[in-house]
């Protein structure tokens, strides 16, 4: 899926950031002492898909944590509309839902109280809640405390947050992880309702997950050499 | 309902489900209170003598109990990171955690502490004072100790660390919370002791936020 025409190379976008969607320029990040990537941009228009790829330890979490302001890069900028993130952190918080490998589910919550506060918090409704819990099959289960649902059950509560309050930008972690057949169809059909309604989405994946018109991103093409590696932190 | 209340009702949600958290802490200060007049003798005037000191470090100890779990949990499983990233600001999520803490913690000490003075054998003009002291006072715990939370997530035996941390942050409410009492039974004004209390409290309420939260951050980095 990783074919040179729908990768995005680094030297063939523009330097300055685009007045549409979300981009990053010349992104460097840094874990410990270890120069993970550096050099990488991306842009990503409203109602584009791009999807991480890479072997573990690429940095594609790490990536996705830069995207949704939890890191800051070592070095490069984001910007969302052509007006850099660091600008307006709080606004890119209002704007983005970020689903990493955990969960934050409380045991002793029922779902649909977990659920509830994810989406109250920002700013939405108990329909909303419902509507969410039986889009991703858990209508049965909004009852029960967090503890006895299963793995599969869990990852598709903390799913059901992205479509309980709407949020422009998504960023996924390994997003079907955990879920059965059932449950990636229904990410995929809420990725596809997300899209179509201008959203914008980030996941990064090992299993091919069946995305139209998505574009691909192997971070293993910005991890630095060795010498660039060391000259870089020196 | 706001987003600051949301996330106190949830706090206080887990710590009544969870369980024990508050009941823990009481227990704690009333058994440990207890224990000095078998260590120091049933004297009544030796009881009367240090009976406010021992209320306010045994107050100060319990609630260094809860503390730890203040961040823990959330950053165990994953909703620290979901709640760095909502609109709410962390510093008002800070605040927000604070006062369920306090509410599960200071308010029951403060509540159970005049019971203990009569244990004690207490000098009945201090009951009043006291009380509102450690109205005052444990907020300031609760604050204080958040910074210390914060910075020792993560780390391990984080609870002894936070403790070594805190408690020595924690001496100029213990002085003053003794001090006003004290005053207060020897015929001296209680009020000035009071008031350095609550000035103690607005400093801890404006400055702990931002401590904290800056704290909280490098941690889900």
Redesign the interface.
Same mark, same amino acid.
């Given at each position: 899926m990783s074919d040179a025409s729908s990768v995005i190379a680094a030297h063939s976008v523009p330097a300055t950031p685009p007045d549409d969607g979300f981009a990053g320029r010349h992104l460097a990040c840094r874990r410990g002492e270890r120069l993970v990537f550096h050099g990488l941009d991306f842009t990503l228009p409203s109602g584009g898909a791009l999807v991480l790829i890479g072997p573990n330890g690429s940095g594609k979490s790490s990536l996705l944590r830069i995207m @949704?302001? =939890?890191?800051?890069p070592f070095a490069g900028a984001l910007s969302w509309n052509g007006v850099a993130l660091r600008e307006d952190r @709080?606004a890119h918080?209002?704007r =983005?839902h &970020?689903i990493?490998? @955990?969960? @934050? =589910?409380?045991p002793?919550?029922s779902a649909q109280?977990m659920l509830g &506060?994810?989406t109250?918090?920002?700013?939405g409704d108990a329909d909303a809640v419902a509507r969410a819990l039986a889009q991703f099959g858990l209508g049965a289960a909004a009852e029960l405390p967090c503890r006895y649902l299963s793995a599969g059950q869990k990852r598709r509560l903390a799913l059901a947050r992205l479509i309980a309050s709407p949020a422009p930008l998504w960023l996924l972690d390994e997003p079907s992880t955990g879920l059965d057949s059932d449950g990636a169809a229904q990410l995929l059909a809420a990725i596809a309702a997300h899209r179509r309604g201008g959203g914008s989405i980030v996941l990064s994946t090992h299993a091919p997950l069946d995305l139209p018109d998505a574009a691909y991103l192997s971070l293993s093409e910005f991890r630095p050499s060795r010498s660039e590696a060391g000259g870089a932190l020196a | 309902m706001s987003p600051f209340l949301l996330l106190v009702g949830r706090d206080l949600r887990l710590a009544l489900r969870q369980g024990g958290d508050a009941a823990m802490v009481v227990a704690f200060f009333v058994l440990t209170v207890v224990l000095f007049p078998f260590g120091v003798g049933p004297e009544p005037e030796l009881l009367q003598r240090i009976a406010t000191g021992i209320i306010w470090v045994t107050a100060l100890l319990a609630s260094l109990l809860s503390l730890e779990r203040l961040f823990q949990a959330d950053f165990d499983d994953g909703s620290l990171e979901a709640l760095a990233l909502l609109p709410l600001p962390l510093e008002a999520q800070v605040l927000a955690k604070c006062l369920a803490h306090w509410l599960v913690s200071g308010l029951p000490l403060t509540v159970v502490a005049p019971l203990l003075g009569l244990l004690l054998h207490l000098d009945s003009a201090g009951y009043p004072i006291l009380v509102l002291g450690m109205a005052i006072g444990t907020p300031v715990l609760s604050l204080l100790g958040a910074i210390g939370a914060a910075l020792t997530l993560g780390a391990r035996r984080g609870g002894v660390l936070l403790s070594l941390l805190v408690l020595p942050l924690y001496i100029p409410v213990l002085i003053f919370g003794v001090a006003a009492v004290e005053a207060q039974i020897a015929g001296f004004p209680s009020r000035p002791h009071l008031l350095l209390l609550a000035a103690l409290l607005i400093l801890a309420l404006g400055l702990v936020p931002f401590a904290a939260a800056g704290a909280l951050r490098q941690a889900v980095e």
């Open positions: @949704a302001g =939890l890191t800051p @709080a918080r209002a =983005l &970020f990493g490998h @955990a969960d @934050a =589910l409380k002793v919550l109280e &506060f994810w109250r918090m920002r700013g | -």
